[in-house]
């Protein structure tokens, strides 16, 4: 499909769904910069989008170091001559225990991934796409940010600051002339779910899901829910009274309750 966006930044594209994004968008024939930390994923990424007819560039860039990841989208701006539509992306699960060794390790890589580095990647571009009186900023949260799941704390808290965020943001830059976007996924089907034990309703394949996120950029929508069962669940979740929900929880989620989340990252499993 072809996309009105011909420059587009996506943090998070080495796999799963931003992987999927640039594939969509490349196909359609835009320029892409590609962030993410595992370089040869990126390369063969790259490698995909030039075979399918697009360009592409990649940054090798851990984006929890701010002097790294700001120096990254540096390069990225001036190289680009700016962007049209920068899409923070890049989030890790986690796993947290309780009791456990390593929870604080965890907690502070969630909080810089999730909110940090796409916070400080939004902002980023904010200033040059205000300048130039035209963008869009995408941030793909999560329905996880409506309530706090079980076992998912650093999680949900980071999208549901992401989420608050990104409304902010909106209300900031409109006069402007530059758009900004919540993506919320329900369960896709991508390397972060892939190792879940906790039951993921309306779980959806990466492909769909990638054409469901690009209609609603293209559309301008301010957020986005989606699948449209999970949407709807999770606005009844959101008002349910707390003795309600912490039974719901305790029955769906049983010992993960306790034990945490098992979803995780490639990379980011040593923690
Ligand atoms: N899958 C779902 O069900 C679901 C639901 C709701 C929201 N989401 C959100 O959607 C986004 C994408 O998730 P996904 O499911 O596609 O996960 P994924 O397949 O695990 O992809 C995560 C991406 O983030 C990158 N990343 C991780 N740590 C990074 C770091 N320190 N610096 C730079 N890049 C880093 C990974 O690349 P490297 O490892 O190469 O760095 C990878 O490209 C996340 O924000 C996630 O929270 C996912």
Redesign the pocket.
């Known amino acids: 499909m072809e996309s009105k966006y011909k420059k587009i930044l996506i ?9 999927q994004m640039a594939l969509d968008y490349g196909r359609g024939g835009a320029s892409l910069w590609l ?4 370089e040869q ?2 390369h063969e990424l790259a490698e995909e989008i030039r075979s399918a007819g697009g360009q592409s560039h990649i940054l090798v ?4 170091l701010e002097p790294v990841l700001l120096g990254a989208l540096q390069f990225a701006q001036a190289s680009s001559g700016g962007f049209d539509l920068v899409i923070a ?5 986690g796993k947290m225990k309780y009791p456990g060794e390593n929870n604080i390790i965890v907690l502070n ?1 969630i909080v ?3 909110l940090k ?2 916070t400080q990647t939004l902002e980023f571009f904010a200033k040059f796409m205000v300048e130039a009186g035209h963008g869009h900023l995408v941030g ?5 940010g409506f309530r706090g799941l079980p076992g998912g704390a650093a ?1 949900s808290a980071t ?1 549901a600051g992401l989420i608050t965020y990104l409304e902010s943001l909106r209300f900031s830059l409109q006069s402007f002339g530059v758009k900004v976007t919540d993506i ?10 892939d190792q879940n034990k906790v039951p ?1 309703p309306f779980l959806m394949d ?1 492909e769909p899901a990638s054409a469901k996120i690009i209609r609603a950029i293209e559309r301008g929508r301010k957020r986005f829910s989606f699948p449209w069962q999970m949407a709807v669940f999770v606005h009844l979740l959101k008002a349910l009274p707390d003795f309600m929900y912490d039974w719901l929880a305790a029955k769906s989620f049983g010992d993960i309750a306790a034990s945490g989340r098992k ?1 995780k ?4 499993t040593s923690n």
């Open positions: 943090t998070g594209a080495s796999s799963g769904i931003g992987r962030l993410a930390r595992s994923k990126l860039c851990d984006a929890t992306n890049a989030g890790w699960g890589q810089d991934l999730n580095a796409a793909i949260t999560s329905v996880a999680y999208k919320r996924p329900g369960f896709i089907r991508t390397p972060m779910t993921m990466v979803g990252s490639e990379a980011n």
